[in-house]
């Protein structure tokens, strides 16, 4: 056992001297410091299927007409991510929170993203919500998928395709769209601290290869 301890020991100290390791260490996520955004829009009517009815979320009701909601606006480093970061900043309140839930389907999401993601962007709520607000706002999202009637199968690529045609600021090397259980989940977009268009890093390009990708039409 004590030889099995030793090897596991030997192993890690290895791990620890190889680069980009570090990139995993706790000890970095201090609020502030890192190195562009991701942010990512998710389509509502497919998270509402994979998850949301099954929970019974309001985000879900008939009354509303989400499309591609704000998931978040994450921190992010060139490869890897801090998150739940110590930050001076006092929590949102419930009236910011509620306010976000226009683009973000409800509260309780913009409460978990500040406490996850915003922590780490060295913003105040107020700040971190604006900000996710104007990224949100400069994003065309392509006004053809409100017109689905059902639901339907569709290339991960042709959603790609949709997005930089809408947003000639974009590259390919800026966005990605990822999918879940067959459905499309988010297209995500990758951002300087300014908001402007960056290459993402290879952890954060993971493009969905599905060519028969389900997405339903907004409720």
């Known amino acids: 056992m004590r030889r099995f301890l030793l090897a596991i020991a030997t192993v890690i100290s290895g791990l620890a001297s190889l680069p980009g390791y570090a990139d995993s260490d706790r000890s970095r996520e201090v609020a502030g410091e890192f190195d562009y955004y991701v942010l990512s829009l998710s389509w509502s009517p497919n998270w509402c299927a994979i998850e949301g009815d099954a929970r019974g979320s309001d985000q879900c009701d008939s009354r509303h007409d989400h499309g591609w909601t704000l998931h978040g606006l994450w921190p992010q480093y060139h490869r890897g991510w801090p998150d739940f970061c110590n930050t001076a900043e006092a929590p949102p309140s419930r009236r910011q929170t509620a306010e976000m839930a226009d683009i973000m389907g409800s509260p309780g999401l913009a409460w978990h993203q500040w406490k996850k993601h915003g922590s780490c962007s060295g913003l105040s709520p107020a700040q971190y919500f604006s900000?996710?607000?104007?990224?949100?706002?400069?994003?065309?999202?392509?006004?053809?998928?409100?017109?689905?009637?059902?639901?339907v199968k569709l290339p991960a690529s042709l959603v790609e395709e949709a997005f930089l045609k809408e947003n000639p600021q974009l590259s390919r090397?800026?966005?990605?769209?990822?999918?879940?259980?067959?459905?499309?989940?988010e297209a995500r977009i990758c951002l300087s601290r300014s908001l402007d268009p960056v290459p993402c890093g290879r952890d954060v390009i993971r493009d969905c290869t599905l060519k028969d990708a389900l997405f339903a039409p907004v409720r």
């Not at 090397?173 to 989940?185: A, E, P, Y």
Request: charged share 30%; hydrophobic share 30%.
């Open 173 to 185: 090397d800026s966005l990605t769209i990822t999918c879940r259980d067959g459905h499309i989940q």
């Open 131 to 151: 900000l996710s607000r104007e990224a949100y706002g400069q994003i065309t999202r392509p006004a053809i998928f409100r017109k689905l009637d059902k639901l």
